[in-house]
């Protein structure tokens, strides 16, 4: 008869060290995560921003907005950041499209005037943009969107930017919105 190599005690010693064993695995699992999720929220941002924007989005394609006869799409627009200034306790969501149509901005303005979007039970209204007659603040996305409006000015159509937004507040750090 083989005599074992390996002599297991008798006395359940190494069923308390695999129990050990497993709760230490288990605690430094529980310490990595822990650890790593401010960093992965630092390097990705925080997903609930990524969430409402893409409900903004897909509320605002979903609404089938009534456009101008002979309204053309011509670029979609998303944003999801800040509004310029550090500090600011906001993330911005905007989501639109510009387009390029032979009405008046009068008429443009009339048939988009009473469209709104939901966004988590707030009412967002559809705005227009206009490459000469923004009256809003000078911040993100706004000034960019209204500086490739800017370049439309000599073209015989008349260049907008339909779109909705709202401002949410941050919750954790996301630096997407601390611009």
């Excluded at 390996?6 to 064993?21: C, T």
Aim: with cysteine; net charge positive; glycine share 6%.
């Amino acid at each position: 008869m083989l005599k074992n190599f390996i002599h297991l005690p008798k006395s359940g010693l190494l069923k308390k060290n695999m129990k050990l064993i497993r709760n230490i695995c288990i605690g430094f699992v529980i310490i990595l995560v822990l650890f790593s999720l401010p960093f992965i929220l630092f390097i990705f941002g925080n997903p609930i921003h990524d969430l409402n924007a893409w409900m903004l989005g897909k509320n605002f394609y979903a609404k089938n907005i009534a456009h101008p006869t002979g309204s053309l799409l011509l670029e979609k627009k998303v944003y999801l950041g800040g509004i310029s200034t550090h500090g600011d306790p906001l993330c911005v969501y905007a989501v639109g499209e510009w387009r390029s149509s032979p009405l008046s901005r009068e008429k443009i303005v009339e048939i988009y005037h009473s469209e709104v979007v939901t966004l988590w039970g707030e009412k967002v209204p559809i705005k227009v943009m206009f490459a000469d007659g923004y009256e809003g603040p000078y911040t993100l996305p706004y000034a960019y969107w209204q500086d490739d409006l800017r370049n439309t000015l000599t073209d015989k159509n008349t260049h907008y930017i339909v779109y909705a937004s709202t401002k949410w507040p941050i919750l954790l750090f996301d630096h997407r919105c601390d611009d």
